[in-house]
């Protein structure tokens, strides 16, 4: 069982910015691809950004460039540092290891205009 606590969250205006963070209980970062996810009112969970257990980074078209994601290995965690943030990133974040039925509960992110 691997637990996964996401925190950082918050109101910020429009152009700011957020580092969100995920704990997780085990290091199966080193075994898994680690996701976040993010998921708006009303619409499907969708996929951000991944690291690989080897440090390989893919993000989506809409965060390319704003968003960085990022690991600290002795600690179990994973970063997501969010720039320029816009309202259209308004979403509850999640993180993930692809391919496993663990996932944290989330924190939400709010930007305002």
């Known amino acids: 069982q691997v637990q996964l606590v996401e925190s950082g969250g918050g109101l910020v205006q429009a152009g700011g910015s957020l580092r969100l963070s995920c704990a997780a209980s085990?290091?199966?970062?080193?075994?898994?691809?680690m996701g976040w996810y993010r998921q708006a009112p009303g619409k499907e969970r969708e996929l951000v950004a991944t690291?690989?257990?080897?440090?390989?980074?893919n993000y989506a078209d809409f965060v390319k460039g704003r968003f960085t994601v990022s690991r600290v290995n002795a600690n179990n965690t994973v970063f997501l540092q969010m720039q320029k943030l816009e309202v259209e990133d308004t979403a509850t974040y999640f993180c993930?290891?692809?391919?496993?039925?663990?996932w944290g509960k989330g924190t939400l992110v709010t930007v305002s205009s």
């Open positions: 993930h290891p692809v391919a496993t039925k663990f």
């Open positions: 085990t290091n199966i970062w080193r075994t898994n691809v």
């Open positions: 690291i690989t257990p080897v440090g390989s980074r």
